[in-house]
């Protein structure tokens, strides 16, 4: 496991201990040399163009493109 992260403060760096693999731009590389089983989009704040070009990297290698979100929801109280 690892994360993609086009922030260049964040490259080389880990996630709760996990490797920072590259940038977006460099994700089509990352595929063709790790072995991925699929990519996982954390953040909301992607771009339609952003996420179709990872939607087509991920479809030619044929690794699955999921979004992960969390919602709070309101529970009754009485």
Do not use: W
């Amino acid at each position: 496991m690892g994360f993609i992260d086009d922030d260049p403060r964040n490259q080389g760096k880990q996630v709760n201990g996990y490797p920072v693999l590259g940038t977006i731009d460099s994700l089509e590389s990352i595929l063709d040399k790790d072995s991925i089983s699929e990519v996982v989009v954390s953040g909301d704040d992607f771009s339609r163009d952003k996420l179709d070009r990872l939607a087509r990297t991920c479809s030619s290698h044929g690794i699955p493109l999921r979004r992960f979100q969390t919602r709070l929801e309101d529970m009754p109280t009485s």
